[in-house]
């Protein structure tokens, strides 16, 4: 394979932050041989019709059970699963738990601009409290989840943040994600140039954090959404632990029904 | 004796059912076909659990309203089904003395064995009362319970105790085996290939998810208990992109929740099986009870237009044949099916001859071949794009979005036309597949016949002998095989359509080819039996 990324025709808005992970993904994808892609529903999903990669493009919500079959079905290959906010903390929030409970071994990439934005402006369960928006013309009364909190009360053995806006970092953390053992969850800030566009508020408060950090509990705790803290970047958590593919074991086939149904 | 039937029923938790189990494993030795229908509440101790064991020397699953033997162990089933009984009573002394062959059941478990093993006990009498091999009895115990020697007591001990009462024939020892719906499906998704199954437990279909998680090291298949029945659709269509042969099972409520997933694997082209066993709906319903209430919903299940196939089996033989065609078409046409099981058809226990499992397994599904670029998608004279799983060396995009021959979304209108024409297009060879695979089954003939499916038509076949008519039973109804029930009416003045819903579902089909006559329905989660369907039929 050539090429990462196809010449088909894009339709993300102009200065779509989807275009930076797309970026990143060039040198994040290190052997797209061996590498499955796996999308929701949502401008994040359209980024599997880009790639030059086996791919399945599932229902929203669902591409975490569909990264998990695909890798059950061919654990020696890589499967990563692009999401977005309102995929897999809305609609598909289930599936990403359980999966990080599991310590499946997949990569989640989760696109996260705080908004339904293909469906034109809703509040999802990372909006800030008082987004305004089509179903929230007030205000949104919600306070937002923090997914990297929830991530890590689930089990995920590895959680890190980038930014849509911080190419390279990213590439850097795509490789990381992908190939560490067991479950990766990637978040992805990416402004919303059209509904929520929160390239200077990220400019101005995301920091890179040099090494996992020990007190990573706290630094996930830094942001919660909402306030207006500063925001780490980097690996929050990596943990070596035994994978569900792992555990997972099976024996010789043989095919004797007779014996079988003789109890 | 060449046909009885015998009830044995206690509280859940003192193993009625394994008793019934057990009889069945002796009266095979006496070369007695045996089926087993379970009865039992949601709930795990207590209540009221029963088993009838219909056994006779051809074989006839299904009921009829009297039973020749009454096994209680406890007084509630004594009391419970005493109407029920036209022979002789089997029960336990300990808590009641009447009429019949009484057996401290309590007494000698407690002090031969343990208190739960009181249920040996009351097969023990049941076996001496009939004066059958004590030998026989000890071996197929062992075979089926732990703790051999306090069993063992336990039989010596009654049989020292308990008088004889008649003479059980002893005919040849048949070679069948003694399979529940759940176990024989099992068997046919393995016959044909199956690599993976996924489940989240639900009554009636959780038997499979046991028996396979049982046998998983042995066939190397793997066994997933997701999260949730949406999980599992979605699991198993990754699964099956990736080139392995899945399937997963639930019930209605499941397959509702599933339905997203149907259309998704019909617009993927992703083969997939579901094995949807009824209970009685709607929603939660009644759980362990039987229905037959989810054919439409079956047939209709998942939006947009697509292509799928529905089978019904009746009995563990037709499960097993029509699980193993299931898996195999799914994957040749690339596209969904469903077994639709019911709750009667899931749990209760068939004689199966072991010559059924001889022959055909897997079919293989069309592989790409070719040189050049892959196109998952590529437009073919049948519909069918032949198959290639990632990690081949060639791009392979799957997608439930409209998409072009490669799997890139579309919305161009040419292209949207073309590939849904493709994915239809496919119907034109499977109805011809399936024109050769004898999917309309006919018993006897004459100008009067009764359609019915499932479980039902069993007692159907019976009642139609005596009576004179002509069985239709269709074990597929999408696609629904036209001409070959156009053939089976060919003479047919009158039909009766029955079947166990309150609707009519089968019958709504039927309509659409011809005329139904009478229908005949039953909705109380419970199967027609024998004198109760000849009664509806012909009123006296």
């Given at each position: ?12 808005c ?15 994808i ?5 590498t ?41 290959l ?6 977005g ?5 809305n ?8 999966a ?18 293909l ?21 949104n009364?919600?306070d ?5 909190d ?13 930014s849509?806006?911080e ?24 402004p ?9 508020e990220?400019k101005?408060?995301?920091y890179?954090m ?7 509990k ?46 | 004796?060449?046909?009885f ?5 206690g509280?859940?938790?003192e ?55 009454l ?49 040996t ?8 009362a ?10 197929e ?46 068997l046919?998704?393995l ?23 049982k ?8 066994v ?6 949406i ?9 099956a992109?990736?080139g ?7 019930s ?13 694997s ?9 094995v949807?066993?009824?209970r ?9 009870y ?35 065609m ?6 040749k ?5 469903i ?80 590939m849904q024409?493709?994915?239809?297009r496919?119907?034109?060879?499977l109805?011809?597949?399936l ?8 018993y006897g ?33 999408s ?31 039927i ?15 419970r ?14």
């Amino acid at each position: 394979m050539s090429q990462l990324i196809l010449p088909t025709k894009n339709s993300w808005c102009p200065g779509c932050g989807n275009f930076g992970i797309l970026k990143a993904l060039e040198k994040g994808i290190e052997e797209p041989d061996r590498t499955v892609a796996v999308s929701g529903i949502g401008c994040h999903g359209k980024i599997v019709d880009y790639l030059n990669l086996s791919s399945f493009y599932g229902l929203h919500g669902r591409p975490v059970p569909v990264a998990t079959g695909i890798k059950l079905a061919t654990p020696h290959l890589k499967v990563v699963a692009f999401s977005g906010d309102g995929d897999s903390l809305n609609e598909g929030i289930s599936h990403l738990i359980h999966a990080a409970k599991r310590n499946n071994d997949i990569t989640v990439i989760l696109h996260q601009n705080r908004n339904f934005a293909l469906t034109v402006k809703q509040f999802t369960a990372t909006s800030p409290r008082g987004f305004i928006s089509n179903s929230s013309p007030s205000g949104n009364i919600e306070d937002p989840l923090n997914p990297l909190d929830l991530m890590d009360a689930s089990g995920s053995s590895f959680i890190a943040r980038g930014s849509s806006l911080e190419i390279d970092h990213l590439s850097y953390l795509i490789r990381e994600a992908i190939s560490h053992r067991g479950f990766s969850f990637l978040e992805v800030l990416q402004p919303c140039v059209a509904w929520f566009d929160t390239t200077k508020e990220y400019k101005e408060k995301t920091y890179k954090m040099e090494e996992i950090p020990e007190n990573y509990k706290e630094k996930i705790k830094e942001w919660d959404y909402n306030n207006g803290s500063k925001i780490p970047l980097g690996i929050f958590k990596k943990e070596e632990k035994e994978t569900f593919e792992d555990r997972l074991k099976s024996g010789e086939k043989e095919v004797n029904l007779f014996e079988i149904a003789n109890g | 004796m060449d046909d009885f039937q015998i009830i044995v029923g206690g509280a859940a938790g003192e193993g009625s059912k394994v008793a019934s189990r057990l009889i069945a494993a002796i009266l095979k030795r006496y070369g007695y076909f045996t089926y087993v229908h379970e009865d039992y509440q949601s709930l795990v101790k207590g209540g009221h659990n029963f088993s009838i064991i219909r056994a006779s020397r051809e074989k006839k699953e299904f009921l009829k309203e009297k039973s020749d033997f009454l096994l209680a162990i406890n007084r509630d089933t004594f009391e419970r089904h005493i109407e029920k009984l036209d022979g002789l009573l089997i029960y336990n002394s300990d808590q009641m003395e009447e009429e019949g062959v009484g057996v401290n059941i309590q007494t000698i478990s407690r002090e031969e064995g343990k208190p739960f093993m009181a249920n040996t006990a009351l097969v023990a009498g049941f076996s001496k009362a009939l004066s059958i091999d004590k030998e026989i009895l000890k071996e197929e115990a062992i075979k089926m319970l732990s703790l051999r020697e306090e069993n063992e007591k336990i039989i010596e001990r009654v049989y020292r105790e308990v008088e004889e009462k008649m003479v059980l024939e002893k005919g040849e020892d048949l070679s069948h085996l003694l399979l529940t719906g759940n176990e024989a499906v099992s068997l046919g998704m393995l016959k044909a290939g199956l690599e993976h199954y996924y489940a989240y437990p639900m009554t009636p279909s959780t038997g499979i998810l046991h028996f396979l998680s049982k046998v998983k090291e042995k066939y190397k298949i793997k066994v997933f208990q997701a999260e949730n029945e949406i999980a599992v659709i979605n699991a198993a269509i990754g699964s099956a992109f990736s080139g392995k042969r899945t399937a997963v099972g639930t019930s209605g409520g499941g397959l509702a929740l599933m339905s997203e997933g149907v259309s998704l694997s019909a617009i993927s082209e992703t083969p997939m099986l579901i094995v949807e066993g009824q209970r009685m709906g709607p929603a939660t319903g009644v759980p362990t009870y039987s229905g037959q209430s989810d054919l439409l919903f079956s047939i209709n299940a998942g939006h947009g237009d697509f292509l799928k196939m529905v089978f019904t089996p009746s009995d563990g033989e037709e499960a097993f044949h029509l699980s193993k065609m299931a898996l195999n078409l799914s994957w040749k046409y690339q596209m969904p099916s469903i077994l639709l099981m019911d709750r009667d058809l899931c749990e209760n226990t068939f004689s199966f001859s072991p010559s059924v499992m001889e022959g055909e397994g897997k079919e293989e599904e069309i592989r790409w071949s070719d040189k050049g670029e892959y196109q998952r998608y590529q437009i073919t004279p049948e519909g069918i794009s032949p198959f290639l799983e990632p990690g081949r060396g060639q791009v392979v995009k799957g997608t439930g979005y409209e998409h072009n021959q490669k799997g890139i979304t579309t919305e161009e209108e040419g292209e949207i036309k073309e590939m849904q024409e493709k994915r239809i297009r496919k119907e034109e060879k499977l109805k011809e597949e399936l024109q050769g695979r004898g999917l309309v089954k006919v018993y006897g003939e004459g100008n009067r016949a009764i359609l019915s499916w499932g479980t039902t038509s069993l007692v159907v076949r019976e009642v139609a002998k005596e009576l004179n008519y002509k069985v239709i039973q269709p074990l597929i109804f999408s696609p629904l095989p036209e001409k070959e029930l156009q053939d089976a009416f060919e003479g047919v003045e009158e039909l009766i359509v029955v079947e166990c819903n309150y609707l009519g579902q089968a019958a709504s089909l039927i309509e659409k080819i011809r005329k139904v006559d009478r229908k005949i329905l039953k909705h109380s989660g419970r199967p027609f039996s024998l004198e109760e369907l000849r009664e509806k039929i012909c009123p006296n």
